[in-house]
């Protein structure tokens, strides 16, 4: 199981793994949760 770390930050939200390397940022939760989806699906 990978693990994220969500921080929001100026009006939009960083994403970054476990070991705090950033990963994408996102305008809103939605989007964040379609990119995580989409690289769960990519990584199967």
């Known amino acids: 199981m990978v693990m ?3 921080r929001y930050a100026h009006g939009h939200i960083q994403v970054y ?3 705090g390397n950033f990963l994408f940022s996102a305008d809103n939760e939605r989007e964040v949760r379609e990119e ?3 690289d769960a699906e990519s990584a199967a």
């Open 4 to 6: 994220y770390s969500i």
């Open 17 to 19: 793994d476990k070991d």
């Open 36 to 38: 995580l989806e989409a």
